[in-house]
């Protein structure tokens, strides 16, 4: 095995400011672990330096991915004389929320035909989750004093405690997710945990591509924990930030929201198109909420109205008419599957290729790294085996070694391994 395409002249990945473009909804006054370590690595001279915490897809040659059709539409768009200017354009938002909506809930939805879905174009993933989460005291019907509690996963990405909290919950807690131990998903203890969750509390769910961890759960999984939400009459706010990244496919990676919304369960989603579509920093994320009943859909448009005009300025809807194109069009969307398709394999490649390299490095242990799928993968660390890989191996990974696996290329593939394998047999 290898990995196909040329090779880096440098082992280490140059980041955006704003990773995915992602972080522009609230910002929290604490340092994030990412962002600390983001600064490390760029204050270390090594020139053998590693940072693999990134959120966004990097090709073989170390750089941001741009997909050929994204660009090939991008521009026909831009060479189109009747197409207005790149602003707020209603008619490009609706048709952006139609297609958004359809890929996550499909097109027989049963809450599409009875018209109870709320759709929302967001700038980022963390504008969507906040819209949703100032929402939620318009959802229920209750005072809006109500403040939680919000579970997150843990470990979860930082910025969504800090969404939460800039939208007024302060009783923010976690369920148990990833296992040190089992290196995976610790399915009993997520069960006990929401178990004991009080009723109407807001359980935010990796719907797929779970950062940091990468860890995924079961359709069956996800069967048994919509039935515990149900019995213990919980809210699902389900997360998708990496669609089609997982298994090449919208429609699997969207699974537990269709599932959820088919079982008649009232639910918000947060989606972003960026890392699939390859449309970092543009305004292509969307918040979908579906509704037990039509009554109420008119009153919470007219607030998500109201909220979206305080939250953010107006909209860019340039990767918005990429995708809503895209997806309006099946000869597009065959192409696209299979440019996303080349994206999943290479890195399936990248994690049975470390995992290799670790066994013949006499590193037993590993099969977890391909066990998942996506573009976050959790090595399963201890704090002081990630302190070494800075300290000793200036390679920049994520607390539990939770690393993004396209960084990985096969310039850097030997360093990397034999770096986690000494940390691993050191300590």
Known sequence: ???????????????????????????????????????????????????????????????????????????????????????????????????????ALGNNSKALLENRVLSVHAPSFSGAVRLGAELLRYWFDVSSAWDGPVYLSSPCDDSLAATFRAAGFHDIRHYYYWDDEQRDVCLKKLFVDLQEAPERSVILLPACGHYPTGAALSHNQWVMIAQLILRRGLRPFLLLPTPAFCCGDLDHDAWPVWYFASQGMELLCAQSFSHCFGLYGEAVSHLLCVLKHNSVLSSLRSQADKLSQSLWAQLSVGGARVVSTLLSNPAHLVEWQGEVKRIVERCLLIRQLLREKLRLLGSPGWDHVTQQSGLYCCLGLNAQQVDFLSNRRHVYVLPHGCINVSTINSHNLDYIAESVHAATTSL
Do not use: N
Request: hydrophobic share 30%; net charge negative; glycine share 4%.
């Open 1 to 103: 095995m290898s990995l196909a395409g040329c090779c880096l002249d440098k082992k280490w990945v140059v980041l955006r400011e704003d990773p995915a473009g992602d972080r522009s909804a609230s910002q929290d006054a604490d340092v994030s672990p990412e962002t600390s370590l983001l600064c490390t690595f760029r204050k270390d001279t090594h020139a053998d330096k590693v940072y693999l915490a990134g959120r966004e897809y990097f090709g073989e040659d170390g750089q941001t991915f741009s997909l050929r059709l994204v660009e090939k539409i991008k521009q026909q768009l831009k060479s189109d004389p009747t197409l207005r200017p790149d602003t707020q354009c209603p008619s490009v938002q609706a048709e952006f929320c139609r297609r958004a909506t359809e890929a």
